[in-house]
């Protein structure tokens, strides 16, 4: 069984701050690794992924990826209450079904004015 | 506008009626997905196609059936045989297959009572 743990929150930071996100996944064959955003009512939004070991920066979002630990994370600086929403991690590997995504649950942000 | 269309937004049926959720893609990608998602769970992989004329099955495919008739279209049947049909289904779509960025359209919700 290939797992996508996730803290499920909610993880309440206020505007301005670094939200901190994390997974952990069991399949230490996985490759890849991405972030969705999920607005309530709303489907998936990829806004980051990541395949090799480091950081990867795009805007307010950075995502770490640390293979040897089967850890990935999310960093969102300077949180807006427009960042509230559910962000999913993913994960993907050859070996799975005509390489479809693992996903976790999902952590739920609230970012507080 | 490239993108993946999804229709109907809601939908309603009777318990014992089949019903068609429809998936249209013209991103020119190669293979498309259904996913299920229930409250408070992670997606879950119903039926996957890389490419046309040849789909496979997820995680959970009793009581769904597909066709990838055409590159752009992947609809998805639910039939009476679903014994828990109420959820927000999900299609997604990437370039090539293999573990690469999965884009998602709007999604279906459906209610059987």
């Known amino acids: 069984q290939k797992e996508v743990e996730q803290n499920s929150g909610p993880l309440s930071v206020p505007e301005g701050a670094i939200a901190s996100l994390n997974c952990t996944y069991s399949d230490r064959g996985s490759q890849s690794f991405f972030w969705y955003r999920q607005y309530s009512g709303k489907s998936p939004e990829l806004i980051m992924s990541?395949?090799?070991?480091g950081d990867k920066e795009d805007g307010r979002f950075t995502a770490q990826l640390n293979k040897a630990s089967q850890y990935v994370s999310l960093l969102i600086r300077d949180s807006q209450p427009s960042d509230s929403a559910t962000y999913l991690c993913a994960v993907g590997s050859n070996s799975n079904s005509g390489y479809a995504l693992n996903f976790g649950k999902g952590t739920s942000l609230l970012v507080t004015p | 506008d490239g993108g993946i269309t999804q229709s109907p937004k809601y939908l309603f049926r009777k318990e014992g009626q089949n019903v068609t959720l429809s998936c249209e893609q013209n991103l020119n990608h190669d293979a498309m997905y259904w996913y299920r998602q229930d409250p408070g769970q992670g997606l879950r992989l119903i039926y996957y196609s890389q490419i046309v004329n040849d789909f496979q099955k997820g995680d959970i495919a009793e009581g769904y059936s597909v066709s990838r008739e055409k590159k752009e279209s992947f609809p998805l049947t639910v039939t009476s045989a679903q014994k828990n049909p109420t959820a927000f289904y999900l299609c997604?779509?990437?370039?090539?297959?293999?573990?690469?960025?999965?884009?998602f359209g709007p999604g279906t919700r459906l209610t059987v009572t």
């Open positions: 997604a779509s990437s370039i090539l297959p293999g573990t690469n960025e999965q884009y």
């Open positions: 990541i395949y090799s070991n």
